[in-house]
């Protein structure tokens, strides 16, 4: 099978991951060249992505709305497209069907995020304002008119014109959805609260959806930038899975910057990416959220029973519980195959699910290098070095949101501390002569792990993007 994916933007989770994931499912996917699609507040080059879509011949299209009409997630947030030209450049999906009437089409799109985006100090500002804002907007409307006066002219309006334009784009999708013209769509809910502006639109998609009767070919759900993941596993993934949370608070709870309990969104994914559940499956998710005791105590239980673990680490977003993954690797070492913590909790669920598929030709040393950037990424650097690496930045004068790659600081944070940190890391806890792959006559025994790359992609410290190199040999 042939796989076009035009992805949200060119940050690792819309890319890199990609790419990994089609090399370790043995895919034929191909991504457009990432220096057209954008650098952090300048949009892609939506022209000559269209271009590129059209040269394309394949049997599925997984396609970001986000990307084909704004220019990417970014830029999505802003009010740079008017709603026309938006719904033009949506319209090469009825030529793309037209040159390849036997593919099939399937597209994630945002239900935009309750407030704005973050860039500086003094946009960070309008963004808490914003949320304040929002949060009274249908409760107070005489408060949210006063609080309107504390933002730059225009700011509101503009907010509110790409919300509406926005929300247009995602029911004419749904009219593409009905006319058969593409196949299955991923509403993915960003950054948002309960009661907050999205539930409108939200409704209004969910009447269409009915009126239509495509309940069957639409999700929503929260998330938004694992959405690509999820689409490209869906492909092929008929796996069997556990999933076991470490107790009913994780199961209810409204995690932060989504809306809705997290056992709907965790369901939600599910169906999406094709999993069936079972009790007596091999594959278990552990979702741990709430009580790092009853997890460490599940992963004990699971380890001698033989199951193999994957761990979704929700105790907060944006990192790690620094104590729970040392524990956790202390205690389960070589069962836990995957792990996941990365930004809001339904990014790390789709993250970790799209480890945990089946596939027969799978790759497991890359499936295990995939494992270890995880955990070099979303537990030592998100959730234990970045608050460090942000602190000095600012201390010294620097701005956390365009670091220079010549800058001191960080070239001392990455050269002195990271890089020895997650060696050191690798040493403890995935030390000499692993095994990793056992195959019919032979085995794969790695020598040694090293961190060897490590970067800002966007020069901010909101995200970083690195690479693991594994050292070994195959034995018989």
């Known amino acids: 099978m042939k796989i076009i994916i035009l992805p949200m933007d060119n940050r690792p989770p819309n890319y890199r991951f990609l790419i990994d994931l089609a090399n370790i499912y043995k895919l034929d996917v191909t991504l457009p060249p990432k220096n057209i699609l954008g650098f952090y507040r300048t949009p892609g080059d939506i022209n000559l992505l269209i271009e590129w879509l059209l040269r394309q011949r394949a049997d599925l299209y997984i396609i970001s709305t986000d990307m084909l009409c704004y220019g990417g997630l970014i830029a999505s947030r802003e009010n740079w497209t008017t709603f026309e ?122 009447q269409k959806i009915t009126e239509y009767g495509i309940e ?18 869906r492909t092929f993934n008929k796996g069997t899975i556990n ?9 209810v709870k409204i995690m932060d910057y989504e809306d809705r309990k997290f056992l709907e969104n965790v369901n939600s994914h599910l169906r999406l990416t094709g999993f069936n559940v079972s009790e007596n499956a091999e594959n278990v998710v552990l979702i741990s959220g709430n009580s790092k005791e009853r997890s460490l105590k599940i992963i004990e239980k699971l380890k001698k029973t033989g199951k193999k673990i994957y761990i979704l680490d929700v105790f907060k977003a944006n990192g790690s519980n620094p104590d729970f993954v040392n524990d956790a690797l ?46 070099l990424d979303d537990h030592l650097y998100q959730g234990v070095w970045r608050k460090w690496l942000e602190r000095e930045l600012m201390k010294n004068g620097e701005n956390i949101y365009d670091v220079s790659e010549k800058s001191k600081t960080y070239r001392r944070f990455v050269d002195e501390l990271f890089k020895p940190c997650c060696n050191k890391f690798l040493e403890k806890y995935f030390n000499e002569n692993i095994c990793v792959c056992k195959q019919k006559s032979c085995i794969f025994v790695i020598h040694k792990i090293e ?22 040999e195959y034995k018989r």
């Open 85 to 206: 030209e938006a719904e033009k450049r949506l319209s090469v999906l009825k030529i793309i069907k037209k040159l390849n009437p036997n593919s099939n089409i399937q597209l994630s799109s945002i239900i935009r995020r309750a407030s704005t985006s973050v860039f500086s100090e003094s946009s960070y500002e309008c963004w808490e304002k914003m949320n304040t804002y929002l949060r009274i907007f249908k409760t107070n409307p005489e408060q949210a008119k006063k609080v309107e006066k504390n933002f730059p002219r225009g700011y509101i309006e503009n907010y509110w014109k790409s919300r509406e334009r926005n929300h247009k784009i995602n029911l004419k999708c749904l009219e593409l959805v009905k006319k058969g013209i593409v196949d299955l769509i991923v509403f993915s809910v960003e950054d948002t609260f309960p009661g907050g502006p999205h539930e409108r639109e939200e409704e209004a998609l969910k």
């Open 330 to 375: 202390a205690i389960g070492g070589s069962s836990i195959k995957g792990y996941s913590a990365w930004n809001t909790a339904s990014n790390s669920l789709g993250t970790i699910l799209a480890e945990i598929a089946e596939a027969p030709n799978k790759d497991k040393i890359g499936l295990f290098k995939f494992y270890l950037e995880r955990l």
């Open 216 to 233: 069957d070919k639409c999700f929503i759900h929260n998330g938004a930038d694992e959405a690509l993941q999820n689409l490209l596993i």
């Open 243 to 251: 999933v076991i949370y470490d107790s009913e608070e994780t199961k």
């Open 451 to 472: 961190l060897k790359d490590f970067k800002l992609p966007w020069n901010r410290t909101f995200e970083c993007e690195l690479q693991v190199e594994l050292n070994g």
